[in-house]
């Protein structure tokens, strides 16, 4: 009976909406919009959340942002943090999961003169804009965690933080959105019909799904649907490793961050996450033993009294790194019921609830209050950005 089920949809049902993939995007997506009463199907072709959305380390840090994208990227950021703590609670009355969502510091160490120049400008600028954030001298900053190296000059300190875990968090998106009559299924992506410039089916090698609108959210593999929009999609993977360590001694209270390098604050399983590399070797997610050093070097720069920590796993992910740094929301050039929610880099999790919010309101509405000028699939259509993408090789 499922099969005949599924070849009924298949054949002559209509979907509101396909979303094409099953991670965190994918399914904060399918949450949103199943709970307005859109009729949603979720294609992945391997399981939910089995790849960057369930290996993540899910350290939420709103403030923190590369420069060149702070002024653009900060609103989005600070109000999907702000819709993560009412999401924490939602999710859990209606799925049961608890996936230990708890508010946290972060600090951001500086071992150099030139670091804590720039950390106290960054400070300095969130805090005309009305955040909490101030700066730490060493002795302060020794003060709060003695564990931290003796070489540290500072600190920047931000009360507005968070960590959850990554995986269980997707599930609970999943299972909310089935709640609601999201159908998952599983499988490969091929193609999609149109007639003129609207959408009409996903093409799967076993058949087709009729659909009204069609949501690519891919990740990394977002890039691949390119041939078939004839629009270049810029988004690339970068490939970031993890590793998870066994501590003794007190639980960390704060995560800290140093460079490229962090460590969370002990989760509930009593592990700390640190972490992480910026690998470009395309879609090889495999863990090594230079990543492995890579981030052990990080973490004893920040706390050298970690030498003995025990590792417990090492993992690696894709991230989807888009050409000019900017998360791709909305709906593609020269198309109808086409959007594109990708490109979120190391912030998938972070955004995903104003991602949702966003991608339901364009469906639903046609429009969103919400500022995307700058994150629009249009913004590469202009010559300056294509020469960005011709960059990315």
């Known amino acids: 009976m499922r099969n005949r089920r599924r070849e009924d949809l298949m054949q002559k049902d209509v979907a509101d909406v396909v979303i094409a993939g099953g991670g965190v995007i994918g399914c904060a997506i ?33 403030l923190r942002l ?6 653009i990227m900060l609103p989005l950021s600070w109000r999907s943090f702000q819709m993560h703590k ?6 859990k009355e209606e799925t049961g999961i608890d996936y ?28 005309k804009q009305g955040f909490e954030v101030y700066w730490l001298d060493r002795d302060a900053v020794l003060d709060m965690e003695s564990r931290i190296s003796s070489e540290v000059i500072g600190a920047v300190c931000s009360e507005d933080g968070a960590e959850l875990e990554s995986y269980q968090y997707v599930l609970a998106l999943a299972q909310a959105a089935e709640k609601y009559g999201t159908e998952i299924r599983h499988g490969q992506i ?12 996903i093409q799967l090698p076993s058949g087709d799904i009729a659909c009204e609108r069609t949501i690519l ?10 041939s078939w929009l004839s629009f ?10 993890v590793l998870r360590m066994q501590v003794t001694g007190l639980p960390f209270p704060y995560t800290l961050y140093w460079a490229n390098h962090y460590i969370t604050q002990t989760r509930h399983d009593g592990l700390i996450y640190t972490g992480t590399t910026h690998e470009d070797v395309g879609f090889d997610d495999q863990p090594t033993e230079e990543g492995r050093d890579s981030i052990i070097n990080g973490l004893l720069t920040m706390m050298p009294s970690l030498e003995k920590a025990e590792l417990v796993l090492q993992t690696a992910c894709l991230r989807p790194l888009p050409a ?31 991602t949702a919010r966003i991608i339901t309101d364009l469906i639903l509405k046609g429009c969103t209050s919400i500022p995307i000028e700058p994150f629009t699939p249009a913004r590469f259509t202009s010559n300056e950005n294509w020469r960005l993408v011709s960059h990315m090789d």
């Open 232 to 241: 270049s999609v810029p988004v690339k993977p970068q490939k970031g490793q």
């Open 190 to 201: 091929i193609g999609l019909k149109r007639n003129g410039t609207r959408v009409t089916a």
């Open 100 to 127: 230990h969502f708890c508010p946290s510091a972060r600090v951001i160490l500086a071992f150099t003169e030139t670091e804590a120049e720039e950390l106290k400008l960054l400070a300095d600028s969130q805090q």
């Open 324 to 354: 000019d740094g900017l998360p791709i929301l909305g709906e593609v050039p020269d198309w109808s019921g086409v959007y594109l929610a990708t490109g979120h880099w190391t912030k998938g999790i972070l955004l995903s609830p104003i």
């Open 66 to 71: 590369p420069l060149e994208t702070m002024d």
């Open 86 to 91: 009412v999401l924490s609670q939602e999710l």
């Open 30 to 62: 399918a949450y949103f919009l199943s709970k307005e009463g859109m009729k949603v199907v979720v294609v992945e072709q391997d399981s939910i959340g089995s790849h960057a959305s369930g290996f993540a380390p899910g350290s939420l840090n709103p």
């Open 217 to 226: 959210a891919m990740g990394p593999w977002t890039g691949l649907a390119s």
